[in-house]
Nanobody
């Protein structure tokens, strides 16, 4: 029932920045971003829980920052010092309420990030 809508992808030169945003239509627990690069498996980029605890992939630590706005059910990913290897489709994800005592994971449609050298 809860849906995710992503925005902010695009084309940027190496060393540049992009900011991805995701809005959930209802309550979420954790929110985050995964990405899938050509020829690679989907990987966690970063996530954040409702109290602000964050996790980052080692490859993006120090360059990417995840943040949320609980009142608006949104999450953002600020991506700085982008590298060509960051090129991927980025997917917003969230865990949302299911049955009482249960959660389910939902996904956005994905947004393309392309970093040129």
């Amino acid at each position: 029932q809860v849906q995710l809508v992503e925005s902010g992808g695009g084309l940027v030169q190496a060393g540049g920045s992009l900011r991805l945003s995701c809005v959930a239509s209802g309550r979420t627990f954790t929110m985050g971003w995964y990405r899938r690069a050509p020829g690679k498996e989907r990987e966690l980029v970063a996530d954040i829980d409702s109290v602000g605890s964050t996790n980052y992939a080692d490859s993006v630590k120090g360059r990417f920052t995840i943040s949320n706005d609980n009142a608006k059910n949104t999450v953002a990913l600020q991506m700085n010092s982008l590298k060509p290897e960051d090129t991927a489709v980025y997917y917003c994800t969230a865990t949302v309420p299911s049955w009482v005592g249960a959660r389910r994971r939902i996904w956005g449609q994905g947004t393309q990030v392309t970093v040129s050298s």
